[in-house]
């Protein structure tokens, strides 16, 4: 098996994937169009390999598979800050919905929050 043959396998094996994730809910939308494109990349880089060589001439690079590896790992770093921000985001919302729940059940008790 080729490594183009297994770039495509690995497009196709994506985006099944990513539909079922999605059927099953465990994938929001927003982050799955996000996969179905990069799976669109490997499987553009996977059928026409001139693309990846074009680039890397372009780009200066020696080995496309340099360029590869190199794209990857920026897109790795993007999701992974990405992910970052929303793991901060939904931290904040979670303390201050646990603030929110807080103050409802003492003025539920009825006592009187003095702070």
Do not use: C, H
């Not at 001439?57 to 080995?63: C, K, M």
Request: no cysteine.
């Amino acid at each position: 098996m080729s490594a183009y043959t297994l770039g495509l396998l690995g497009a196709v094996i994506t985006v099944v994937v990513i539909f079922e994730m999605l059927r099953r809910r465990r994938l929001r939308e927003k982050y799955a169009v996000f996969w179905v494109l990069l799976a669109a990349v490997m499987a553009t880089i996977a059928l026409v390999p001139d693309v990846l060589v074009t680039a890397a001439r372009i780009t200066g690079v020696q080995v496309p598979a340099n360029l590869l590896f190199f794209v990857g790992s920026l897109v790795l770093v993007a999701v992974n800050i990405q992910l970052s921000s929303e793991v901060g985001r939904l931290e904040e919302r979670t303390r201050t919905l646990a603030e929110q729940v807080a103050l409802l059940r003492l003025e539920s008790s009825g006592t009187t929050w003095r702070g």
